[in-house]
């Protein structure tokens, strides 16, 4: 198994900034994922963090809104760039060895709320 | 198109009395299937998981699941509610069997225990 940490726990950002969320897991995994639940909503994935190359990205998310970075197997980034009300939402990042049949382990999340 | 259902977004019942959740999938090719369990200011917790061994699972804090590809369903249960069981349940599905893990979610339900 693997436990994943998340900082900052929450944030209250103003429209228009940036803000930068670190994922570390106490464990090597091969694949790290990026979420988003938004208020009252599912997970959503944003993208696959790759480790030493650009990040996937799923249908409806763009690097420049998301840049993601990933320079080890047990640390990821995911930073929310200028962003707006709509981007308040449960930001979550899990790691896994990355196969169909394995157990995803999530971090708590980070609470965020743009005013 | 894949998709994942989960009917109810809440679902209420007395302590002792019998859990059911309710998860069905549209695919052509049977996927992997996956409960997950958020309890408040958590992330995910794996309670079980389907991976074409055998269709009853059996998973953590008295959890089971049945795979019927009959019904193209998943759903969970409890046979008698603990008041520590109220908590937002995820069914997530990996509809790509080879290759890396790309899980979709359900909606989610929200499971509230009364006493």
């Known amino acids: 198994s693997a436990v994943i940490s998340q900082k900052p726990s929450r944030d209250i950002c103003q429209r228009g900034t940036s803000l930068t969320i670190q994922c570390q897991v106490d464990?090597?995994?091969?694949?790290m994922f990026w979420y988003r639940q938004q208020p009252g909503q599912s997970l959503t994935l944003i993208a696959t963090?790759?480790?030493?190359?650009?990040?996937?990205?799923e249908s409806g998310f763009v690097i420049d809104k998301f840049p993601i970075s990933r320079p080890n197997l047990t640390f990821s980034t995911l930073t929310v760039s200028n962003m707006s009300p709509e981007d308040s939402s449960i930001y979550l990042c899990?790691?896994?060895?990355?196969?169909?049949?394995?157990?995803?382990?999530f971090g708590p999340g980070t609470r965020l709320t743009v005013l | 198109a894949q998709s994942v259902t989960q009917l109810g977004s809440h679902v209420s019942v007395s302590e002792g009395a019998l859990v059911l959740l309710r998860c069905n999938y549209s695919?052509?090719?049977?996927?992997?299937l996956f409960w997950y369990v958020q309890y408040p200011n958590q992330g995910l917790q794996l309670l079980l998981k389907y991976t074409s061994a055998a269709t009853l699972v059996k998973g953590i804090n008295g959890f089971e699941a049945e795979f019927k590809k009959s019904e193209t369903s998943f759903h969970l249960t409890k046979p008698s509610a603990h008041m520590s069981d109220a908590a937002e349940y995820f069914c997530a599905v990996s509809f790509s069997r080879t290759g890396f893990q790309k899980l979709v979610f359900g909606t989610g339900t929200r499971l509230l225990v009364s006493p």
């Open positions: 695919s052509s090719v049977p996927p992997y």
């Open positions: 963090a790759n480790q030493g190359s650009e990040a996937t990205y």
């Open positions: 899990s790691g896994g060895a990355g196969a169909s049949t394995d157990t995803q382990y």
């Open positions: 464990s090597q995994v091969t694949m």
